[in-house]
């Protein structure tokens, strides 16, 4: 009998062990609000009207995630992160499956390797040095094609340094998976990012090829933004060609209670398009739970071939954002979006109605609520 409880006990410890050695968190944002924005499209009509609902992802997208790690020993972990996002509004997923976010992989004293489905350093210097931190999806025009909102690499291997006093590097590569034509819809990307006290920086690089299977997904929004066809795409651009170049840096400062950023985009569209995307911003923390927000973006595209005129937009920016707790928090957003000579302003699939002279305006504003889990 004494050594059966012996036993017991001993399977008990290994178990608790084993137990510790691992984890799953379950988290996710859910982030909905009351939304206007007028100049709107109206169904079977070349007019405009305002629209009003209850949309969700005004800042974050919503989104249910499941992640992980298993303490491998040695100073080893695997790891896996799964994120799908969702409309809170109609409780409709958004994509299909872990569209946001699929990934396993190894980290350890050399840094972090990653597999699967996963977004590239443009995506993190955008959620923690540029207006997407605090405005989220409002500043998704000016940003249409510069990759700071989570455009997506699939059939990808990322490598991520491990701190080095503040400074963090990365490198991307994206497999087109084309038999026979390797360079077709592969892509890659580098860069790194410095946070150490007040000063953040970043620099990163990201181009990508047109293929059957592009690994960037960024092509969806070349598309819409130029309004070709994916065949027409792929007449300018023939299989293993680039159809993608993106250069992006920019710095912040937290200057006592203010963080102040600024950062600059070059994005080229070979044989189509080139656009440079400047923006500043500022978050003021009037009291520690209540925060005001401020930004503008300019975008210039020119279009190769074309001497006419030349298609600009900005976007001017403003909010109040107010914590409940460190998970809640309330929002009031407005911006003011100007387009001329063909720019696109507003919902990116859904842009504004553009008058006779290819100018075009819109003005949205937004009232919500955001928890994280």
Known sequence: MKKSLIALAALGTIASAAQAQSSVTIYGTVDTGITFSNHNARTGTASNG??????????????????????????????????????????????????????VGLAGTFGTVTLGRQSDILDDAGHAFTSVKDFGNFVGSPHALDRLEGIRTQNSIRYDSMNLSGFTGSLIYGFGETAGHTTAGQSFGAGGTYAN???????????SKFGATPSDTLISSITALT???????????LDGTTVNKTFSLGASYQAGPARLYGNWSRVNVPDLLKQNIFELGADYAVTAPMHLLAAVQHTKTSIDGSQGSKPSATQFNLGLDYYLSKRTDLYTLASYAKGRNGALVGNISAPAVQGDNGNSSQTAIAVGIRHKF
């Open 50 to 103: 305002n629209k009003f609902g209850v949309d969700s992802g005004n800042i974050d997208t919503s989104r249910l995630g499941f992640k992980g790690t298993e303490d491998l020993g040695g100073g080893l972990k695997a790891l896996f992160q799964l994120e799908a996002g969702f409309k809170n509004d109609t409780g409709a997923f958004d994509g299909q499956g872990f569209a946001r976010k699929s990934v």
């Open 197 to 207: 006290g007040p000063l953040g920086l970043y620099a990163g690089y990201y181009q």
């Open 227 to 237: 309004g070709l066809t994916p065949a027409q795409l792929a007449a300018a651009n």
